[in-house]
């Protein structure tokens, strides 16, 4: 006899188990709410900074710094191989790889600048070029800049809400807190995605809507090799090996007119600081956009913590985490069973059955 009441009440108490902590009081709830902050607090914490659980498949949600990482490298990749209008060349007149494309705009650069070059022509001396045309060109050359980034940005966007919907899941087991909390967590989404993108408009506006600026050396470093390499390629066109050296002769065959030295220091200027700026940019953006915005201690991520519940009134707290009448009875029903199988098991005791 006593056995079998002892099998009832551990089948019973089994099932309360299975409905997780009691939920009817507000402290009851209040330290529900921020056990499950705790718990997400630390699996945010651990999926960026790489700490993975082993079990997880490999290209798990829950492995977040993982799929951020892939895709800034995707970013960057895009960047280089799309986010140019044209394709520069380099001095002896080449498709220069590091920025060659199987598809789209393939109008020879040069041939582009001269146009622009012969529109664009103001109050400048000839030969000499104008600021404002080079901004221009710039503008049109990275034109391509705002739709790759805001694609990346919708990318991170969405695999942090994979995150956090995968998280939820694993760590919230009551159905109707987790869509509570997943629904705060959404309008807080939807903030923190559309600041994202203000920030990338802020970004794009300062790369490509004003003059064009750097105290980077590697700018006025690039340019200088690069006038070097065009003298020297245009001394080997001219073939001069084993040919008495004239250096009226040299200085002819090195002649360029007005507009084609123009055209040619445009296209050197306008490489030099593009490669220049797009890294630039590419690193702003991950950092100011991705990092900052989207994973940052404002971010939607971030709003599940043990600090939630505690922010919240008790009519905030009841609508989130208090449980619902079906489980409340469940719950009752079966603390008054255990009761019974208690006292059953006390009397049985006494009286030696």
Same mark, same amino acid.
């Given at each position: 006899?006593?056995?079998?009441?002892?099998?009832?009440?551990?089948?019973?108490?089994?099932?309360?188990?299975?409905?997780?902590?009691?939920?009817?009081?507000?402290? +009851? *709830?209040?330290?529900?709410?921020?056990? &499950?902050? %705790? #718990? =997400?607090?630390?699996?945010? !914490?651990?999926? /960026?900074? $790489?700490?993975?659980?082993?079990?997880?498949?490999?290209?798990?949600?829950?492995?977040?710094?993982?799929?951020?990482?892939?895709?800034?490298?995707?970013?960057?990749?895009?960047?280089?191989?799309?986010?140019?209008?044209?394709?520069?060349?380099?001095?002896?007149?080449?498709?220069?790889?590091?920025?060659?494309?199987?598809?789209? +705009? *393939?109008?020879?650069?040069?041939?582009? &600048?001269? %146009? #622009? =070059?012969?529109?664009?022509? !103001?109050?400048? /001396?000839? $030969?000499?070029?104008?600021?404002?045309?080079?901004?221009?060109?710039?503008?049109?050359?990275?034109?391509?800049?705002?739709?790759?980034?805001?694609?990346?940005?919708?990318?991170?966007?969405?695999?942090?809400?994979?995150?956090?919907?995968?998280?939820?899941?694993?760590?919230?087991?009551?159905?109707?807190?987790?869509?509570?909390?997943?629904?705060?967590?959404?309008?807080?989404?939807?903030? %923190?995605?559309?600041?994202?993108?203000?920030?990338?408009?802020?970004?794009?506006?300062?790369?490509?809507?004003?003059?064009?600026?750097?105290?980077?050396?590697?700018?006025?470093?690039?340019?200088?090799?690069?006038?070097?390499?065009?003298?020297?390629?245009?001394?080997?066109?001219?073939?001069?090996?084993?040919?008495?050296?004239?250096?009226?002769?040299?200085?002819?065959?090195?002649?360029?007119?007005?507009?084609?030295?123009?055209?040619?220091?445009?296209?050197?200027?306008?490489?030099?600081?593009?490669?220049?700026?797009?890294?630039?940019?590419?690193?702003?953006?991950?950092?100011?956009?991705?990092?900052?915005?989207?994973?940052?201690?404002?971010?939607?991520?971030?709003?599940?913590?043990?600090?939630?519940?505690?922010?919240?009134?008790?009519?905030?707290?009841?609508?989130?985490?208090?449980?619902?009448?079906?489980?409340?009875?469940?719950?009752?029903?079966?603390?008054?069973?255990?009761?019974?199988?208690?006292?059953?098991?006390?009397?049985?005791?006494?009286?030696?059955?």
């Amino acid at each position: 006899m006593v056995k079998e009441i002892e099998d009832l009440s551990q089948e019973t108490q089994k099932e309360l188990e299975l409905l997780g902590p009691s939920r009817q009081t507000t402290v +009851d *709830q209040r330290r529900y709410l921020t056990q &499950i902050g %705790t #718990l =997400y607090e630390r699996h945010v !914490g651990n999926a /960026l900074s $790489g700490n993975y659980d082993p079990t997880w498949d490999s290209n798990s949600p829950l492995k977040l710094r993982m799929h951020i990482h892939s895709l800034n490298e995707l970013f960057a990749k895009d960047m280089a191989h799309y986010g140019h209008l044209k394709i520069f060349q380099t001095v002896s007149g080449e498709v220069d790889g590091s920025f060659d494309r199987s598809a789209g +705009d *393939q109008q020879n650069i040069y041939e582009w &600048i001269r %146009t #622009l =070059y012969r529109d664009s022509r !103001g109050a400048e /001396l000839p $030969g000499t070029v104008n600021p404002a045309v080079l901004e221009n060109m710039f503008r049109q050359q990275s034109s391509p800049w705002e739709r790759i980034a805001q694609d990346y940005v919708e990318k991170a966007s969405s695999k942090i809400s994979d995150f956090i919907r995968m998280s939820l899941e694993k760590i919230v087991g009551d159905d109707e807190v987790r869509a509570s909390l997943m629904s705060q967590i959404v309008r807080r989404q939807t903030t %923190t995605s559309t600041r994202a993108m203000e920030i990338l408009s802020t970004i794009l506006s300062d790369e490509r809507g004003g003059i064009l600026q750097t105290v980077n050396h590697y700018f006025a470093d690039t340019l200088a090799e690069t006038r070097q390499e065009r003298v020297m390629a245009r001394l080997r066109s001219l073939d001069l090996e084993g040919v008495p050296m004239n250096v009226t002769d040299v200085l002819s065959g090195i002649h360029l007119s007005n507009e084609q030295q123009a055209v040619n220091d445009i296209h050197d200027i306008l490489k030099a600081y593009y490669k220049l700026a797009l890294k630039r940019f590419c690193d702003t953006v991950i950092l100011q956009v991705t990092e900052r915005c989207l994973l940052g201690q404002d971010a939607a991520i971030r709003l599940l913590s043990p600090d939630l519940a505690s922010g919240m009134t008790d009519r905030e707290l009841a609508d989130v985490a208090e449980e619902n009448f079906a489980t409340s009875t469940i719950r009752n029903d079966l603390l008054s069973r255990i009761q019974r199988y208690q006292r059953a098991l006390d009397i049985v005791r006494q009286v030696g059955i």
